[in-house]
C-alpha cells in the first residue's frame, strides 16, 4: 500500500487570500480525518469523512473553512480569506473501518505560514 | 471530555540508555483506545502502537515496550537502548467513539526526544 499523501507540502500565502489542501488517503480507506497542529502542540481534530459524508466538525473549524470528499476518494481543505492564525501545519488522515477499532494513517502534512 | 498529558516536554538521553515517556490520560468512556505515534524531523506522525481499554497486558515490541495501567490511567512507554534515529517527538493519543461516527484523537502535546551519540 502506499502510504496518505498531501499536496503541496508547503504554502506561503498572503493574508486574504484563499488556499485549497489536497489529501489522497490510502486506497480502500473509507474514514478521512483533518486535524491541525500549531509550534509545540499535539494535532488537533478538525473534521471527520466516512466514505462522501462529513460526518464531524470541530468547533475549531470556523465558516472560512471548508472540506469535501467527492466520491469518498481524495479530499481537500480550503481556507478562505486566510488569516495570520491560520498559519499551522494540516494533517490529513486515513483508516478503515474494522469492528470498533480505527487506526489512523498520517500523511506528511501541508505547513501554511499566511503572511 | 478526554484529556492526554505528557508532563515531560523535553528528555535528552545518551545512546544506549533507556528512557521512558510518560503518559497520563482521562476519559469516562468505558471503551477506549491509546495510541503512541513518532514524529521524526521530516514531520510525518509515525505510528507505533495501538492498545484498547480491555487489554492491559504489558507488549514489547523489540526495543520498544509499552506498560499500560488502567488503575493509574497511564500508558508508559519505555526505549531500551536508545539510538540516534530515535530522536523525535513522541506523542501519546486517546480516542473513543464521539457518538457521530469518528474516533478523533485527542493528542498530548509531545515530547522531545534527543539522543545525545
Known amino acids: 500500500d502506499t502510504g496518505v499523501s498531501q499536496n503541496p507540502r508547503h504554502k506561503i500565502t498572503k493574508r486574504g487570500q484563499n488556499v485549497t489542501f489536497r489529501c489522497d488517503p490510502i486506497?480502500?480507506?473509507?474514514?478521512l480525518y483533518w486535524y491541525r497542529q500549531t509550534l509545540g502542540q499535539g494535532p488537533e481534530f478538525l473534521t471527520y469523512f466516512q466514505n462522501e459524508a462529513q460526518l464531524e466538525k470541530s468547533r475549531l473549524l470556523s465558516d472560512r473553512f471548508s472540506a469535501e470528499r467527492p466520491k469518498g476518494s481524495f479530499s481537500t481543505l480550503e481556507i478562505q480569506r486566510t488569516e495570520q492564525g491560520d498559519s499551522a501545519m494540516y494533517l490529513c488522515a486515513s483508516s478503515m473501518t474494522s469492528g470498533s477499532t480505527d487506526t489512523q494513517y498520517f500523511g506528511p502534512g501541508t505547513r501554511l505560514t499566511v503572511l | 471530555a478526554q484529556k492526554v498529558t505528557q508532563a515531560q516536554t523535553e528528555i535528552s538521553v545518551v545512546e544506549k540508555e533507556d528512557v521512558t515517556l510518560d503518559c497520563v490520560y482521562e476519559t469516562r468512556d468505558t471503551t477506549y483506545y491509546l495510541f503512541w505515534y513518532k514524529q521524526p524531523p521530516s514531520g510525518e506522525l509515525v505510528f507505533l502502537i495501538r492498545?484498547?481499554?480491555?487489554?492491559?497486558q504489558n507488549e514489547i515490541s523489540g526495543r520498544y515496550s509499552w506498560n499500560f495501567q488502567k488503575s493509574t490511567s497511564s500508558f508508559n512507554f519505555t526505549i531500551t537502548a536508545s539510538q540516534v534515529v530515535d530522536s523525535a517527538v513522541y506523542f501519546c493519543?486517546?480516542?473513543?467513539?464521539?457518538?457521530?461516527?469518528?474516533?478523533?484523537?485527542?493528542f498530548g502535546k509531545g515530547t522531545k526526544l534527543s539522543v545525545i551519540p
Open positions: 492498545r484498547n481499554s480491555f487489554d492491559e
Open positions: 486506497s480502500e480507506h473509507n474514514r
Open positions: 493519543a486517546l480516542s473513543a467513539y464521539s457518538g457521530a461516527g469518528s474516533y478523533q484523537l485527542t
